[in-house]
């Protein structure tokens, strides 16, 4: 990391890069009130800091030795204030910032019919952004692969619904983004590109979607630790796409015998997050519960956690959906769900001051 | 399972638990508003259940194939209202009641003077129940045991001080027994034995401590699932001690590299075990997150997944505890915590009904 | 799946094929001795059984309610001997034939020279295939990835030099790809294309590497559950590729405190495998242990268990290799662990006979 | 730790002791073929090493920051030669020794004519010492626990077939002991007191059970890494009991779905532990696999692994056994058994000396 003076110009800025780039590392340029300072991307053994630290307009060089420093507070906390968060836009949503954002919809779409039905639903329900998946990540190559399985066509016309229930409900869209190939068509027409959790690892995938610009929802892997989890966002940082937006969506769960839920909702991973990072932490918790009717305690705990949002999976039929049906609600039910979890949100505040 | 008619009388009820001895098992006689249930203790593969529909004042005769059922929804649906809890009662404290109940103090009794300022503290706090350590259970058998560690004698007069400051600050208090030859001595002090996470396996403790009749404070082991834990707690039950409060204190991580918390908090488990039993679940977030600057994040979580109350450490200085320091609170943070988890309470009601 | 009579004939058996495709589902023939077997790629919900029970030419159609059947032995029970197993060859190698195989290199491909003294080196020592790493996944965006990172170019070097060594020492050479956009470029040059652990999940990959006709070597997840692993293989099978290698690397650790191993060996997964399906199952040991102290002991475990092979690494100094150094043996030390292991492949003949 | 000079005289030993009493710890001598060394049982901290290297006859005084040193080899290198391993004798059985071991006999003893079929079976296939459970740990109140359940006087009745067994059939007996009460009824009758799985935390049994002097089989839990399980293997050194046979049973599987194997066997930790301490490993393949078509293979691999022997359940007929039948394998499958891993152990001769 090279911390530049605050009085160093674009010039020695420029110079400062160029000179990374001699020693075969990228830079990251993160210009905030006061300083710029100068990330490295990539193995800074190679790298002489005593040399970089003699620069015109270097105030500091030093190594971090973190997996993930792009994205730490303690990278960040040079450029921007300790405390502020990362808000990530999508249109006039604020992720991340002072309330709570809803994302809601179908866990995959079955027509556009299906999809028309259940976004006006959940518009009403208070939802914020607009999900349906069209390339599904399935268990069995036997199941239903999503509308995308069925070729580029069909695909394209998935997502051009999304795109239109989107126009017409109000809501910015999301879908998932399972194999490098589907980035830029689905990149066409959503606002975010979603990764899933047993991608989560895919780093071709996580550089190919973040070189698209938008904004990426990204999911932890069931069986991995949060170190893991922000080690691997950093490839989308890497990248220069800062616009992230973590979800945890459940972990493995352990010990003989039935745990009554499908992953283990890791409750405690949303302030432990906020302690390592500024990006926004949401919480997903139809695949961590994985049966409807815990979806309402466990959305209050993650917002009274201080998750800073919610991506839920609803149909009007819970029961004649073609994926995941047990662990879907209705949009009546996400309504009482928002509702209380609003209430949650207001009611942890002024949040502790515990160190 | 052995439900009577409801004009059953006392003698025929009698009699059908002397038949069940027969065959070598135990009964649990469970009178509700309108009928009595019989539970069967032990293996029901050898009980003949025609034979026992057959006689005078049974309705009917079913074997329960599940590894708990004294302490299962199922079966004190016949006897109590479905959607009842049960509520344990110390002293005039409800767990399980309307409102959350607290117990905190510090991890281990260090001195009498440590303990009565922490007591004093955490009562001021908003604590209805004091908690304070003698056996304390370590992995290394170098580390401090706990002052009971030395005998006897110590071992007394650390519970007498417990005793003491219990009723100097008027509440009721808690410890943990670690082995069987503690517990007869511990429960001529205290109100509410603790069967830690180590030794929930420990199927003869649980028999010993459970023989006592004092209300058993029950934590998961942190590598059991819900299943097992709930089986286990049959154990309890099955020596006709149905005070059981159960207590989630977090599971073991996943995943390689650092998960920045403990343990995890399965905060799923909170209403998956209210689906399960109608014992009261409580949530220890100190073990769980094993940090103090998670604690208020949790203990919101904890309550707003519908706890009915949290289990705290607390030390007026906790950079000087002799034992986990790093993951207690001060009493003025506590009382912060408390009165955010009043309101998350409140918040979350009414409850959703989703099935 | 669709179980042709003896003297059923091809026409027969096409329009069988036909029809299936008019339900929207794939077609896998497997043709045995006896007699063929149709495998249904799909949904197998929406095809009537009773409709294709008619069929010219049909003995018996039947729906198989698991997430794997085409690499089952339930399912080519029909077209093979039960106890036959699927050998996997290339060029004149047998993977899960009447010898173990090994197959060893460096971890990461540094240079040509490197490489070079490696594989000389593991061919002295009784190696059969050369292995080299090019796209490396890695946990840190910041660490080595490989020769191939550095551009298209430098990994047509790379293979090129991996090519070279294999035809110079005379050994297939394998490989891993960890994108599809790498599948093309990676095929023109290897002999088996692998899929490492993390890519395990990533069914668009499989599906694109399936399709390249090569033998894959197939690695589990750390986090997943055998019959998950299996479920996945048959994303391969699914494509008509049943050149399938698996390989067990190693799953989480469980506990607090160190495990001392890096991964732990799941070796009774080896046994577990061979009895649900007759593709072969080899060990990479190097991951699993993380150091080399242990090597050679969990080879021999490997083998005794009845692994088809091992996967090691293996640097002429482990000290400075770019990658992994700590878990990788000399070819010296390789020597010692193939002739244990060739003397532990003798002496548990003969297989007990234990159902 | 205390190294005494190599003429230290027994009073300045006796003297060192006295001292480290002053200071609240225990003292463990440990006396090699040149020098002593003293260990300390506690809390080190309070011990100040300076004065104790000024004490007379004192060659060094040092800290050792590990939970477990009485049992590691580093403590132990100083008194002994580092590569020697620790033996455990029981009558003529050397367990460590340079012969596999075997432990052999039903689950759970149910009569004294199965006992008896039994242990002449296992004896016939080459068994040393003859295992049967009286006291059974379970998972659910209402299962079978074993004959010891019934009574006190059962429980005698019980052990004194096992002894008489024994004594028939020329072999010493194990039999688990689960709560602090059984140890010494138990201890009146057995040669070596099993300590199970889900008793590995319970130090208070830990202690009663090391202070019999009888050598103790201890298992690893499931949930426990090794560096917890050779921690709580210190609570029963510190007692002055080093006659540990260390057992590794399997550890908790991973993943969503069918694991197809009841426990994951940690076969690395064989080599690993022997890494860490002198005390013998052996390996219960019957609970790992929890079927018995797998025992074979699985033994294999523990023994090639380098296990100091197996703990195996066997039944006549495993069908009609009261606990586990479908892990148990028969006397005939057993003696294939151990023919096989007679054979591996003699394979696997010269270990490698990889470091």
Same mark, same amino acid.
């Given at each position: 990391?090279?911390?530049?003076?605050?009085?160093?110009?674009?010039?020695?800025?420029? =110079?400062?890069?160029?000179?990374?780039?001699?020693?075969?590392?990228?830079?990251?340029?993160?210009?905030?009130?006061?300083?710029?300072?100068?990330?490295?991307?990539?193995?800074?053994?190679?790298?002489?800091?005593?040399?970089?630290?003699?620069?015109?307009?270097?105030?500091?060089?030093?190594?971090?030795?973190?997996?993930?420093?792009?994205?730490?507070?303690?990278?960040?906390?040079?450029?921007?204030?300790?405390?502020?968060?990362?808000?990530?836009?999508?249109?006039?949503? =604020?992720?991340?910032?002072?309330?709570? *954002?809803?994302?809601?919809?179908?866990?995959?779409?079955?027509?556009?019919?299906?999809?028309?039905?259940?976004?006006?639903?959940?518009?009403?329900?208070?939802?914020?952004?607009?999900?349906?998946?069209?390339?599904?990540?399935?268990?069995?190559?036997?199941?239903?692969?999503?509308?995308?399985?069925?070729?580029?066509?069909?695909?394209?016309?998935?997502?051009?619904?999304?795109?239109?229930?989107?126009?017409?409900?109000?809501?910015?869209?999301?879908?998932?983004?399972?194999?490098?190939?589907?980035?830029?068509?689905?990149?066409?027409?959503?606002?975010?590109?979603?990764?899933?959790?047993?991608?989560?690892?895919?780093?071709?995938?996580?550089?190919?979607?973040?070189?698209?610009?938008?904004?990426?929802?990204?999911?932890?892997?069931?069986?991995?630790?949060?170190?893991?989890?922000?080690?691997?966002?950093?490839?989308?940082?890497?990248?220069?796409?800062?616009?992230?937006?973590?979800? =945890?969506?459940?972990?493995?769960?352990?010990?003989?015998?039935?745990?009554?839920?499908?992953?283990?909702?890791?409750?405690?991973?949303?302030?432990?997050?906020?302690?390592?990072?500024?990006?926004?932490?949401?919480?997903?918790?139809?695949?961590?519960?994985?049966?409807?009717?815990?979806?309402?305690?466990?959305?209050?705990?993650?917002?009274?956690?201080?998750?800073?949002?919610?991506?839920?999976?609803?149909?009007?039929?819970?029961?004649?959906?073609? *994926?995941?049906?047990?662990?879907?609600?209705?949009?009546?039910?996400?309504?009482?769900?928002?509702?209380?979890?609003?209430?949650?949100?207001?009611?942890?505040?002024?949040?502790?001051?515990?160190?």
């Amino acid at each position: 990391m090279i911390i530049m003076k605050t009085d160093a110009t674009p010039e020695q800025i420029a =110079e400062v890069v160029k000179e990374i780039k001699k020693y075969g590392l990228r830079a990251d340029v993160s210009t905030g009130a006061y300083r710029t300072v100068i990330g490295l991307i990539g193995d800074e053994t190679k790298i002489p800091f005593d040399h970089f630290a003699t620069l015109p307009g270097v105030k500091e060089a030093m190594r971090i030795e973190t997996p993930y420093k792009l994205i730490s507070r303690e990278y960040n906390k040079f450029s921007e204030t300790e405390d502020e968060r990362f808000v990530v836009k999508v249109g006039n949503i =604020e992720i991340g910032g002072d309330k709570p *954002v809803y994302i809601a919809g179908p866990c995959a779409i079955e027509s556009k019919e299906q999809l028309f039905k259940i976004a006006e639903g959940v518009k009403k329900a208070g939802t914020h952004i607009l999900r349906g998946g069209i390339f599904k990540p399935r268990t069995s190559v036997h199941s239903f692969q999503g509308l995308g399985a069925a070729g580029q066509e069909e695909a394209r016309e998935a997502l051009a619904w999304l795109r239109e229930a989107g126009e017409k409900f109000e809501m910015p869209v999301v879908t998932e983004v399972r194999g490098e190939t589907q980035v830029d068509l689905v990149a066409d027409y959503v606002d975010i590109l979603q990764i899933g959790a047993r991608n989560m690892y895919d780093q071709d995938l996580l550089v190919k979607a973040a070189n698209t610009g938008k904004p990426i929802m990204y999911k932890r892997h069931f069986g991995a630790s949060i170190e893991e989890f922000l080690s691997f966002a950093e490839y989308i940082a890497a990248e220069g796409n800062k616009n992230i937006i973590l979800c =945890e969506r459940g972990i493995l769960p352990v010990g003989k015998g039935k745990s009554y839920t499908r992953y283990i909702l890791d409750v405690g991973a949303v302030p432990a997050i906020q302690k390592e990072t500024y990006l926004p932490i949401m919480v997903d918790p139809s695949h961590a519960a994985g049966r409807r009717d815990l979806i309402f305690s466990m959305s209050c705990a993650a917002i009274a956690a201080g998750a800073c949002g919610l991506m839920v999976e609803v149909h009007y039929n819970p029961a004649e959906a073609l *994926v995941d049906g047990q662990q879907m609600i209705t949009p009546d039910e996400l309504k009482d769900t928002i509702d209380a979890c609003n209430r949650v949100h207001i009611s942890i505040r002024p949040r502790s001051n515990i160190r």
